[in-house]
């Protein structure tokens, strides 16, 4: 079984939204070879809870403004660490950089069929470790200065 049309379409709405607020690494999963309760998953990234908040905000307008879907169930809003929109037929995670790494659900779903999305969605990758990158160097610069 694979991920149906309308799951597709569903994640390539939500992705080009989150690559539009500048969402770090997005990528996202068939995953309904081995789960029963969804087709796919989209995983995104941001630096800060604000930006995590403002990714999960557009994708929620997009995917009502263009398809007219609303999520059965959103949770994770109170710290905005970790946020998941539940579509039924996919579920979106937009999480803070640190909840990202540690988490690391790319492990859980390496073995699901990666779903080819927008080519801004795509040009996202990577763009959390250089921003992880930056933010060391700055500080150190910083460090130093101070020393």
Request: aromatic share 4%; hydrophobic share 40%; glycine share 4%.
């Amino acid at each position: 079984m694979t991920a149906t049309d309308r799951s597709i379409e569903l994640i390539n709405v939500a992705a080009q939204a989150a690559a539009d607020k500048l969402a770090h690494d997005i990528i996202a999963y068939d995953v309904s070879d081995v789960l029963s309760i969804t087709d796919a998953f989209l995983l995104a990234s941001a630096p800060n809870d604000r930006q995590v908040k403002s990714i999960v905000d557009e994708i929620e307008e997009q995917l009502n403004k263009q398809l007219g879907t609303k999520p059965v169930r959103r949770e994770g809003d109170r710290d905005a660490r970790w946020i998941l929109l539940d579509y039924v037929d996919i579920v979106v995670h937009v999480q803070h950089s640190e909840e990202r790494v540690f988490y690391a659900l790319e492990r859980l779903w390496k073995d699901c069929p990666e779903i080819d999305l927008p080519e801004e969605a795509k040009a996202t990758r990577g763009k959390g470790a250089e921003h992880a990158e930056r933010l060391a160097t700055e500080e150190a610069d910083l460090d130093g200065e101070l020393r």
